[in-house]
């Protein structure tokens, strides 16, 4: 690990501030990915800045009837708070999918969303990785590419978010509010928020420099039967190979977001629009122009496989 410096932070100004005039700064809260990935020399921020002291630690109504969970509001927290579990069934089920225990106890929601891919390439600095070297090639593309993305990827990334959480607020249309340096707000839709990799896989979300998530909104409660379906390859502390989150009403109508399958949870309203019409026609819509490999083409029909599953179960 290389040499940093450090501070501590008690209000979202400060925080920001610092961030502003420290080049090479990183906002830490949890650590839980951040301190991995700056063991392996592939994440060597200069400064770190702990918020922990700025109080994002409450899951509140909003005033529209929705939830308003600060960003530095635990997994675990989150997963057993009585509002979720009664009212945004989906978000639980997927936290408690995630990671172990230990890491539910540290990591937080902004950390969630910001997570790293897991793709082995990404994590070896002796490979060829777009995203963590613009511009050296991606060594999965003639790879390992099992775990590895089926839609949404690009000549220049194959990587998988690895986030369940994300899913889930995916599917729930979650909203993300920030602040940045000279106190500015705004808020972003977290369809706009993960970016797909294109010619900038290096780009992997809205977050402009210095830019501090403050907290995630949940919309009013939609009601319905609420799944979260992971297919993993071993039964715990194991990134999905697909997952399903799906909100699913009386009638047949609802939403469906994946995880496991693409650079960011993978969500299409006109795949929304199918879900009367059964699986196939809600994979058809999900994975048109989908680009599998040879070793992950199977994730086509797991994906259908598992929707199918879910689709079944919201009926029963």
Not at 125 to 141: D, I, L
Request: one cysteine or more; charged letters at 20%; a positive charge.
């Amino acid at each position: 690990m290389r040499a940093f410096s450090y501070e501590r932070v008690s209000s979202p100004a400060q925080a920001v501030n610092a961030a502003s005039r420290t080049p090479d700064a990183r906002f830490i809260a949890g650590g839980t990915n951040l301190l991995d990935l700056m063991k392996l020399e592939i994440e060597t921020p200069a400064h770190l800045i702990d918020v922990n002291g700025l109080g994002f630690d409450r899951i509140e109504p909003t005033r529209e009837g929705g939830l308003r969970i600060g960003a530095l509001v635990r997994n675990t927290d989150l997963a057993a708070d009585a509002r979720v579990r009664r009212d945004y069934g989906v978000l639980s089920r997927a936290l408690l999918a995630g990671a172990s225990a230990q890491l539910r106890n540290k990591a937080t929601t902004a950390g969630n969303l910001l997570q790293r891919t897991r793709c082995p390439y990404f994590y070896d600095t002796n490979q060829a990785c777009n995203k963590r070297k613009p511009g050296s090639g991606c060594a999965a593309m003639g790879g390992i590419s099992r775990q590895l993305a089926v839609v949404g990827a690009s000549d220049a990334c194959i990587a998988t978010h690895p986030s369940d959480m994300a899913v889930a607020m995916r599917a729930l249309d979650a909203t993300i509010e920030t602040i940045r340096p000279g106190g500015v707000r705004r808020t972003i839709p977290i369809a706009d928020f993960h970016k797909l990799p294109g010619a900038t896989p290096q780009v992997e979300n809205a977050l402009a420099p210095g830019e501090l998530i403050t907290s995630v909104t949940l919309p009013p409660p939609v009601g319905g039967k609420h799944i979260y379906q992971k297919v993993h390859d071993r039964a715990s502390y194991a990134f999905a190979l697909v997952s399903v989150a799906a909100i699913v009403q009386r009638d047949g109508t609802g939403r469906v977001a994946l995880g496991g399958v693409a650079p960011k949870p993978w969500r299409l309203e006109s795949a929304d629009a199918q879900m009367p019409r059964g699986a196939s026609a809600v994979a058809a819509a999900l994975f048109a122009g989908a680009r599998p490999t040879g070793q992950n083409e199977f994730k086509l029909t797991l994906a259908e496989r598992t929707l199918d599953a879910v689709l079944t179960e919201a009926r029963s």
